[in-house]
């Protein structure tokens, strides 16, 4: 690690105000080039300690950046890790208040649910496909705090991987009869077809995504629990809504879920 502990405090509560009061900031590698991967995860990591201390409860987790369109889009090469807690939760057709973001945008997402622990190092697919209960469809919507959606890697991983709201819906499907590589995904904004994709865009199988999640965690001495959903990144390019939008997204056997933005 090379910043110290009062510059880790000093960006967390920079990104989470940020988050918070829907402004934009610079990307915190501007002022610390010196930044590696470990003061980037410990900078998400005072914003969860902030959140929990706030009484916020983590609901699952996230990979982000592990399909090919996102990492383009991006400019990033390696995927990225999140947290997600109750209040990023929207219902099934519910509402996004785009005043309480800065400039959003939506990504297809396969969600994960595991019904047994998962730890690294070595996890693989079959270990995840083993441990999963289910799989279902949910539109994740992300919103960097960095200014015009731009950053490198580790400004988005101390900023949490954009994370900012998301929904899940459709249908809880156990994985034993699907080949989540070849589910067709239709995502539409306002009626019109505006992302498709199939299952595997994602690092060639969705539930590669965990099983690198859960051989990250292994590194810190960490397991992903039992129950947790995850959300395994973004099957297409990310696409900017705006108040009065409408999204939709159908995965093939999972179903629809839908949101909106006002
Ligand atoms: C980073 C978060 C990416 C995904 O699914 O790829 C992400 C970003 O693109 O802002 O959630
Ligand atoms: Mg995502």
Redesign the pocket.
């Known amino acids: 690690m090379n910043l110290n502990q009062n510059t880790i405090v000093g960006l967390a509560e920079l990104l989470e105000t940020a988050e918070l009061q829907a402004h934009d900031v610079v990307k915190i590698t501007d002022a610390h080039p010196e930044m590696d991967w470990d003061d980037a995860y410990a900078i998400q990591n005072e914003i969860l300690r902030r959140k929990l201390a706030r009484g916020n409860r983590v609901v699952g987790l996230?990979?982000?950046?592990?399909?090919r369109a996102?990492m383009k889009?991006?400019g990033v090469e390696t995927p990225?890790f999140?947290f997600l807690v109750d209040y990023f939760t929207v219902p099934d057709g519910g509402e996004v208040k785009i005043k309480e973001l800065i400039h959003p945008k939506v990504?297809p997402?396969i969600a994960f649910v595991l019904n047994r622990p998962l730890s690294g190092p070595g996890c693989h697919v079959g270990a995840v496909l083993a441990a999963t209960d289910f799989v279902m469809p949910g539109i994740?919507v992300?919103d960097?705090r960095y200014r015009d959606?731009k950053?490198d890697l580790k400004s988005?991983i101390a900023d949490n991987?954009?994370?900012s709201r998301y929904v899940l819906g459709g249908m809880a499907v156990p994985v034993a009869d699907l080949d989540l590589r070849t589910l067709g995904v239709v995502m539409e904004k306002n009626g019109q077809t505006v992302a498709i994709g199939a299952g595997a865009a994602v690092l060639g199988h969705p539930a590669a995504a965990i099983a690198m999640l859960a051989n990250h965690l292994g590194e810190l001495g960490e397991e992903i629990p039992a129950g947790t959903m995850i959300?395994s990144?973004?099957v297409t390019e990310?696409v900017s809504v705006e108040a009065g939008d409408h999204v939709n997204l159908r995965i093939q056997s999972l179903g629809s879920v839908s949101l909106k933005f006002a």
Do not use: D, N, R
């Open positions: 996230k990979c982000g950046l592990t399909s996102k889009q991006m990225c999140g990504e997402e994740e992300i960097s959606f950053f988005v991987c954009s994370s959300l990144g973004g990310a």
